[in-house]
């Protein structure tokens, strides 16, 4: 068997999709948001119109019954006051800009200040709150979405596409889009995810050479050969254990919310994280095409809403997000993520799960 770190996503018989339309939601601040459920047999997974949430995962027991791996609320209310951007799409920027401004071609762009001072994950009009059109498709759902220009500040009219495919056990997100003036692009989905325990069992797998070392607002300060760091992961390391160090990098956010990078990467889809469940015989390998991967142990979870009427607990779900590095548009090298007329963002993940 190949090592994690180089095996690619299991290519199953394809086994077609069945696509059912559920009872639309409603509020009154976006009007009424379509619900699609995509079952395979072996992933069963429900998407809202509103932020192209994926509000549950779940994937078939081998007795029949169905486990859902994603954390989701219960209403249309619950999701728009909530700030974690649970189980959504995340743009134009995900991760932060630094001072909500940076420069495109000589001219300073002035951004939401959503973080103050800051800009995250698309400011005050992210795409986690916006409605998107749904599509069935053959093997899933297309999601689309038109951002005007001036739309949190950001530049040009971007259209975007998003296409979820189910393939066996496998759950392929791919994301493109086209805008008419030069704008920084780095959308990618958010979804967070809890296999039935604690996540201080979980174990964590990452091969990326480096890790981007931030300050206590989330700002990139340096580098870090990954092994030279106590946040290796590259031996498979237990999350519990990363807590438990007493680690200024740790301290200062709470827990992980580091991103890990492929510097001078080519662009092809390779598996980069795997996160381990030992309890419940559960394995989620995430391949991208994308340089960085930032990894987010639910710091700040307390308070949001969850199913059943409920309230996550800090901790109590990791979020993995393929793209670009915080901040790219203000940092050194040639990866600024600046999306020009003419050419078109693309962005491809695959999230493999197996029963170990």
């Not at 997100?173 to 704008?183: G, S, T, Y």
């Not at 949001?304 to 203000?330: F, M, S, V």
């Amino acid at each position: 068997m190949l090592p994690s770190s180089t095996r690619k996503p299991v290519q199953e018989p394809v086994v077609s999709v069945s696509i059912t339309s559920l009872p639309a939601w409603e509020h009154y601040r976006v009007g009424l948001l379509p619900r699609y459920q995509l079952d395979n047999g072996q992933i069963r997974m429900e998407v809202l119109a509103l932020g192209g949430i994926v509000r549950k995962l779940e994937l078939k027991r081998d007795d029949g019954s169905w486990q859902n791996l994603v954390l989701g609320c219960d209403s249309a209310g619950d999701y728009l006051s909530q700030k974690a951007c649970l189980g959504s799409i995340v743009g134009r920027w995900a991760n932060r800009i630094a001072n909500s401004s940076c420069k495109v071609d000589g001219q300073t762009l002035e951004l939401d200040a959503n973080l103050y001072p800051h800009h995250l994950h698309g400011g005050l009009a992210g795409f986690h709150h916006r409605v998107f059109q749904l599509c069935p498709i053959e093997d899933g759902l297309q999601l689309k979405l038109t951002s005007a220009d001036g739309e949190a500040g950001f530049p040009g009219n971007l259209d975007v596409v998003v296409n979820y495919r189910l393939d066996g056990s496998n759950w392929k997100v791919e994301m493109a889009a086209e805008v008419d003036k030069p704008c920084p692009v780095n959308l990618t989905q958010h979804s967070y995810f809890n296999f039935g325990h604690a996540l201080t069992d979980y174990q964590l797998e990452c091969h990326a050479p480096y890790i981007v070392l931030t300050d206590n607002e989330g700002i990139p300060v340096t580098l870090e050969r990954s092994d030279k760091s106590p946040l290796n992961l590259s031996g498979n390391a237990r999350i519990g254990d990363l807590f438990e160090q007493p680690l200024e990098e740790i301290r200062q956010v709470g827990g992980l919310d580091h991103c890990y990078l492929w510097t001078n990467d080519d662009r092809q889809l390779k598996p980069r994280v795997t996160v381990t469940a030992p309890t419940t015989g559960l394995k989620m390998t995430l391949h991208s095409d994308q340089p960085g991967m930032q990894i987010y142990t639910g710091n700040h979870l307390g308070g949001t809403p969850a199913y059943e009427g409920r309230c996550y607990k800090h901790h109590q779900g990791i979020a993995l997000e393929p793209g670009l590095w915080p901040d790219a548009p203000n940092q050194p090298g040639d990866t600024k993520g600046i999306l020009r007329p003419g050419e078109r963002y693309q962005h491809t993940s695959v999230y493999q799960f197996e029963r170990i």
